[in-house]
């Protein structure tokens, strides 16, 4: 297969959560205002692919999603349950006119989507048919799932805070204290790999925290009326440690350097795939996910431009260090009247080429791309050894909090590729022992 830049890019993610019955009459409006948002945002980062992350439940989800289908964007449908049982949680009575209208759009969205996959279930299929309580589980295991893996959660409710487990609340919540309230995940041992995006594993593990589009609508449900508003939102400024509009504009830099540096990248991603058979096999075998092609393509991506950054690093540091030794000698001759004109002309010019290497070298922070790039290189190698060994976790995950601050973009880069890790059927642990453990020992030694 030809790999096209668009492989080796880092999306953002848009994710949604809301209100089910949303006024009607506001509809026009909301896509108005959502269109004119989300296309500002593709505009300020016009190198960067956009994915909108919606679970076509009815009102909100659908409203987004063909705000995207319309604007030309690709779009990924988690589901919280099977399909079959998810149908039948949508309005309208069974058999009724109004569900099978609803199951009909479901249908007709799905076709536009890229992705389409069902999260773990947490209960067997039939508590979940027959258990309002497991459905509102499910259903907020996806909003957490959503939370956690979207640069941008939009949120179109009302405001009102509600303790309903899986309702928007609940979800807005999470996005924006890093907590999730009320959900008794933690009810079998075995299941709590699987789910490991909604609670972290301890205190010192960060936060799934973010910016939060929201969209405050009228609900049919409720008798106060209002007008549709906007507002962005994030963590709460006595907690906030992350710039998360920094985070997008680093995101979008790498997705800048993908297409400077595009023809060093496809040349290492064909050399990959000529040598490494066995590690191919792996991943045309997750061809149903594309999960391991992601972050294979990603790595390779950040570990050829880390190397490219090095390299101008290297190159920026000899001609500095040229420049510095030319003005010491210009200096010397100078002071011993050693053609005085000839030594100041070198000494002014050595000082502004030092002058200038050091000004471009700055602004085009080629040191701290390089340390940052390298670090999500290693962060996707270890996240693709951990699927091939059929670990269901996020590399990310496992960063503490107190380098929150310094690596939010680099996780937030993992979340955006691996999102599909919880779904893996990989388990070929002779392979990670000899390409990664293996080889890894023999660098070290």
């Known amino acids: 297969m030809v790999s096209s830049v668009l492989d080796y ?21 909301i896509e108005k205002l959502l269109t004119e948002k989300i296309g500002a945002l593709a505009d300020q980062y016009p190198h960067s692919p956009i994915k909108v992350m919606s679970p076509l439940a009815d009102g909100a989800d659908r409203l987004v999603a063909r705000i995207a289908i319309n604007l030309g964007l690709e779009l990924v449908v988690p589901l919280p349950m099977t399909e079959q049982i998810y149908k039948t949680t949508f309005l309208g009575e069974k058999g009724s006119t109004k569900r099978q209208r609803t199951v009909d759009e479901f249908d007709e969205l799905v076709k536009h989507a890229s992705e389409l996959f069902v999260l773990p279930q947490l209960f067997p299929e039939a508590d979940i048919v027959d258990s309002a309580d497991a459905q509102a589980c499910q259903f907020a295991l996806l909003g957490a799932f959503m939370a956690k893996h979207c640069n ?5 409710y009302d405001g009102n805070s509600s303790e309903a ?3 928007t609340s609940q979800i807005v919540n999470y996005r924006i204290s890093g907590h999730m309230n009320g959900l008794p995940l933690k009810i079998d041992c075995e299941q709590y790999e699987k789910i490991d995006f909604v609670m972290p594993d301890n205190i010192f593990d960060t936060q799934h925290t973010g910016l939060l ?10 008798p106060v009326s209002s007008t549709v508003s906007f507002k962005e939102r994030d963590i709460e400024d006595s907690l906030k440690t992350v710039d998360y509009h920094e985070s997008l504009r680093k995101l979008h830099e790498f997705n800048q350097d993908v297409e400077s540096y595009q023809k060093q990248i496809l040349r290492a991603s064909q050399a990959v795939s000529n040598l490494a058979e066995r590690e191919s096999n792996l991943v045309n075998n997750d061809c149903e996910t594309g999960c391991l092609s992601k972050i ?52 002014i010019v050595f000082l502004f080429v030092g002058y200038v290497i050091h000004k471009v070298h700055s602004n085009r922070s080629v040191h701290s791309k390089y340390n940052e790039y390298r670090a999500l290189a290693e962060a996707l190698r270890v996240q693709f050894y951990w699927r091939c060994a059929g670990i269901k976790s996020i590399v990310s995950d496992h960063y503490l909090r107190k380098h929150q601050n310094d690596t ?11 999102y599909r890790s919880y779904s893996n059927k990989i388990d070929d642990t002779v392979f990670v022992k000899d390409a990664w453990i293996k080889d890894q020992k023999g660098y070290f030694e």
């Open 296 to 347: 294979r393509n990603i790595y390779i991506a950040s570990d050829q431009l880390a190397v490219c950054y090095a390299r101008e690093h290297h190159d920026y540091f000899t001609i500095f260090c040229v420049a510095v030794s030319g003005i010491v000698i210009s200096e010397w001759l100078f002071s011993h009247e050693m053609n005085s004109v000839g030594s100041l002309l070198a000494y």
């Open 213 to 222: 589009w929201h969209v405050t609508v009228a609900r049919q449900s409720s």
């Open 152 to 156: 941008i959660l939009i949120a179109l």
């Open 408 to 418: 939010s973009w680099v996780a937030g880069a993992v979340k955006s590729v691996a």
């Open 9 to 29: 890019k880092i999306p953002i993610i848009l994710g949604v959560t809301g209100h089910r019955d949303i006024v009607e009459s506001q509809y026009a409006d």
């Open 165 to 167: 487990v899986g309702g």
